[in-house]
């Protein structure tokens, strides 16, 4: 085998994009596009985005998620930026407040799925709560399809407080219809409120048609209460997430796209990004026996 350092400087570290969604690699499938979730970066993406757009695509990414502060631009210009810059788009987040009436600028802004980020505070307290949100999800997913877009919720650890014999995640899963609303899975905070991302992916099958790759630091409790005592974040790779086998995962089910995320950094978010992005192709490499 080789070593990383061999690989890359052998020149086959090039491993091209294919227009299509998938890569490959000697025949092989090796992953869904890696892209980025710009909340990572946002005191940059709300000071100069479109420099910053170049640096991603440079480090290798080849995607990126929208966030809610993005959208001070027209759609139009926004997605003009993104793709100017040899990016894609096709996933944002949207705020559970107000969601149906940035649906026409989701559309406009050329993605294919609107993902709701979070619960409000006062809606992830009982079970009439997430009962209450599943109801809303169908009607947004009902009307999202409509519009040609996929309506998805992306998870935190809260849901997964025990709320008698169930859970909220437990709750939205059931009472939401799977033609309607998919899930995007978040690595970290799935492994924060302690539980096992390879087991839930395992779980919830092809509704989760996204991840969040997010690592958590070593040594620090689970918890299910959304607070700063539950932030350990480190780069992908850095942590405790056993990437390999979530990765693996992913892949049996086709899932269609993988954005690194990273709520805080002790060095600067452009350099976590360079750092998780190394790390994940060192993943994907060892899994392929290219490298040792």
Known sequence: MLSRRDFFCSGLAAVGSLAASRYLFAGQYIHPPLGVQLYTVRRQAEADLAPLLKQIRAIGYNEVETYWNVYSRPAKELRQMILDAGLKVPS?????????????????????????????????????DFRRAAGQFNEWGERARSLGMRFG????????????????????????????????????????AGQDPVAMLQELGKRVRMLHLKDRQRGFPPSQELNKAAEHFTEVGNGTIDWKNVLTAAERLEVEHLFVEQDESDKPAVESLRISYRNLMDVYLSKMGVIS
């Open 92 to 128: 944002g987040h949207f705020d559970y407040q107000g969601l149906p009436a940035k649906l026409d600028y989701a559309r406009e802004l050329g993605v294919s799925f609107v993902i709701c980020p979070m619960l409000p505070e006062n809606l992830r307290n009982t079970v009439d």
């Open 153 to 192: 919720f992306h998870n935190h650890n809260y849901e997964f407080r025990q709320l008698g014999a169930t859970t909220g995640f437990d709750i939205l899963v059931e009472n939401t219809d799977p033609k309607l609303v998919c899930f995007e899975m978040d690595c970290y905070w799935v492994t924060q």
